[in-house]
């Protein structure tokens, strides 16, 4: 926290503050404070156990850290750097950096970072965020202070009322989350992802990116052979950076590619260590991979351990998830990813995890449309119409149609992942949004398909995958490595063409061409399943009435803001079998059960009776 009206910090204040993110470090917790800055930290022991206690101060006294995350190239710049260091840790690392370099030296790391500096030489404080936005840091800004943190709910104790943002209602429609810098509480923003911001004693707040993707400029002519060699040999340096570790380290294991290949390359990287694996199951044959995580644990000799998520854990759980996550719980596989964290946890205390693979190599089945997205849209009258006639049976065909019918290339881009269409949200919310978020699906360069990878890579990564990842692996004390998102992985991806990703008709070609070198065609080729939950016939069983009456019920946020009619034919279609609408539903359950728990846990303002997104609290 930094004060700009020459109070000094709250010890009290801060140590408030601290204790909002316990669970986030259960291991040891410090304090300081020197007149209008001071710095709080909440620790998960994982490199240098039993030193390197934060905050830290500087070897010449000019500078304080306090870091979230880990650097796993530190041995390395320990043996470059001339510093006095006292501990074995990799925190230290970061001062050593910063006083020979200044903030430029943020560009030498690996690893997954959000730290902040405090320089007296210059009174300024800088806050930095990986690359690729792994690790979180938000912030807060009012006329008499600065503050930031991991967690937005360790913000809330500075604010005096907080308020929902409802600029952020359209977003979260259309994104299951809401795109950096914005947040759901207004006033809070997010750093985003490999950016620096620096705050200046007269309160002023500079933010800029201090590193990119590669630009379509920079794309290379790799023959197919020679990029699944590069490939092999940046994901084999990053999973042996993410080992690093002075704790037992796990990993998520689905049965499908990317886990898979990654389990692989540590087992061989590792060839004398135990490897702890961990898959989730739903009781559901439709969605249900353990077989497949229980062959893949078998051919790369892995401890496997299993654990059962039911309709019960959700009801038990949602709640609670949604005040760990600070914001709706984005899908249904939020809370399996808890129930999987907390499993690890009575192993390990870092697991590594495939996030990110889809997003740089183009995983996901809709890739293989991205130059059809291209075209202009179609008119909305004739596919609704053609939509409607469309059974639950078909609802990915439900979610093209969609996509394809919105008036704009970057709409059509957002559209594959939206749960509602541009003219459903105007419809639900009574109104355009007021701002727009879509620079991400703008700013992209090159053919459709790397387009649409730098703008998911923006926005459905960072926003939606790695805040998940983050908050229910942390919410269970587990920290999440996914070495797919190492920026080396990442630049080369960006570097690669994109018919090396989708090859015949093949998603993922490269990675899936390499994960041939350890497992077999039946295992690398199988059709993508991804972590999904039965929640189509969950909302028609255990949880069709807290459904109906969460949205429809007299206290219902939703039922009070959105369109009260369009939320009820929507549970009418579902419940009947008439159409598949759990993806929808479940984004404005997430958005109630989020919105009340908030509520029970921060005096906000009461609802208007006259509610809409204009005027809610």
Known sequence: M????????????????????????????????????GFTHSRLSIIDPGGSAQPMAGSNGTTHISFNGEILNYRELRRELAYPFTTRGDTEVLLAVYEAHGPAGVRSLRGQFAYALHD???????????????????????????????????????????????????????????????????GVRKVPQGHHLVVRADGTVHIEPFWQLPTAGEVLDIPPGDAVALLDDALRSAVRDALVSDVPVG????????????????TELRPDAELHTFTAGFGDARVDETSWARRAADLVGSTHHETLVTPEDFQRDWARLSWHRDSPLSEPADVAVYHLARLAGEHVKVVLSGEGSDELFAGYPKYRFARTTR???????????????????????????????????AERMRGWFAPFTSAEREQLLGGPPERTVLAPYRDGRGDALRRMLYADTHTWLADNLLERGDRMSMAASVELRPPFLD??????????????????????????ELAR?????????????GFKVPLDEWFRGHLREPAFDLLTGPSSFVGAVFDRAMVRRLL???????????????????????????????????????ATAANVP
């Open 375 to 409: 075209v202009p849209g179609l008119p909305r009258s004739p596919l609704r119409h053609l939509e409607t006639r469309l059974g639950a049976a078909q609802a990915r065909l439900t979610v093209a149609l969609r996509a394809i019918s919105e008036p704009t290339y």
């Open 487 to 512: 920026h080396r992985v990442a630049e080369l991806a960006f570097r690669m063409p994109s018919h090396l990703k989708i090859r015949n008709g093949t998603t993922k070609w490269v990675v899936k």
């Open 517 to 529: 070198r350890h497992f077999p065609a039946d295992l690398v080729d199988r059709s993508k399943v």
């Open 2 to 37: 930094r004060r700009f009206d020459g109070i000094p910090v709250d010890p009290e204040l801060l140590a408030e503050m601290g204790r909002c993110l316990r669970h986030r470090g259960p291991d040891d917790e410090g304090l300081w404070c020197a007149g209008p800055v």
């Open 120 to 186: 007296y030489r210059t009174n300024e404080t800088h806050l930095f965020r990986d690359r690729l936005g792994i690790a979180p840091l938000y912030y807060y800004r009012s006329d008499t202070l600065f503050a930031f943190a991991s967690e937005i709910k360790a913000l809330l104790p500075v604010i005096d009322s907080p308020r929902v943002d409802t600029a952020s209602l359209h977003d979260f429609l259309a994104h299951r989350s809401v795109p950096a810098p914005y947040t759901f509480i207004d």
């Open 572 to 610: 009418a279609a579902h419940d009947s079998g008439e159409r598949d609408e759990q993806s929808r539903l479940w984004t404005l359950l997430s958005l109630e059960v989020w919105h009340r728990e908030l509520r029970r846990r921060v005096e906000l303002p009461d609802l208007p009776a006259d």
């Open 251 to 266: 990993a998520y294991l689905s049965g499908g590619v990317d886990s898979s290949l990654l389990c692989a390359l540590a």
